[in-house]
């Protein structure tokens, strides 16, 4: 049985084609989560609604809502503050339903520029893209809108009090008592 033998330039395109595999495989695992898999395991995913696709609730749509005086933006202050009476209602149609639609199906970035632009041009193209909806659509994008918040919101929800040890009683049995950790939105005490 004979053995090949590789002259010098084939064993050096060889090890070229190995280490450029090398090197691939390297970039590779630079990332434990490339491609796809960042968007399966994502805590936030988007969601796609007819031609568009909902993103995730971020921290400055709170920004975008409150400088439009938007009735959800006032909701969600108040309920940061603890205050469940005499909350705005959000009727999603019109206006405030399309701006919503508008800024959550697009980047912040995006949203962003147009916002130093112009308000009213915010209002504007929001008005060019979502006002010949349906009921229906207009629908279907809030609930989607509104599951994004809720992904937003559920890290921070508490699960219930937690049970604490407090004494013990005559018996020796361990006694607890339920507690919730403190809510650092919540004002109290003299302001």
Request: proline share 7%; glycine share 4%; aromatic share 8%.
């Amino acid at each position: 049985m004979s053995s090949p033998h590789l002259t010098e330039e084939q064993q050096a395109q060889i090890l070229a084609e190995l280490a450029k595999k090398d090197e691939l495989a390297r970039q590779a695992a630079a990332n434990p989560l490339p491609g796809p898999l960042t968007d399966v395991f994502a805590i936030q995913q988007d969601i796609q609604v007819g031609q568009w696709t909902v993103r995730p609730f971020y921290d400055i749509d709170f920004e975008f809502l409150h400088t439009l005086e938007h009735p959800l933006a006032v909701m969600m202050a108040k309920g940061i503050q603890g205050q469940t009476q005499d909350t705005v209602a959000y009727i999603p149609r019109g206006p405030d339903a399309w701006v919503l639609a508008w800024i959550m199906t697009r980047s912040p970035e995006d949203v962003e520029a147009v916002f130093k632009r112009s308000i009213t041009e915010v209002r504007e193209r929001a008005k060019n893209e979502f006002s010949k909806l349906q009921l229906g659509a207009l629908y279907a994008l809030n609930m989607a809108i509104i599951r994004q918040l809720e992904r937003y919101w559920s890290p921070v929800l508490s699960y219930g009090p937690a049970k604490v040890p407090e004494s013990k009683n005559e018996d020796g049995k361990e006694e607890t008592k339920e507690v919730m950790a403190e809510n650092p939105f919540q004002r109290t005490g003299a302001q």
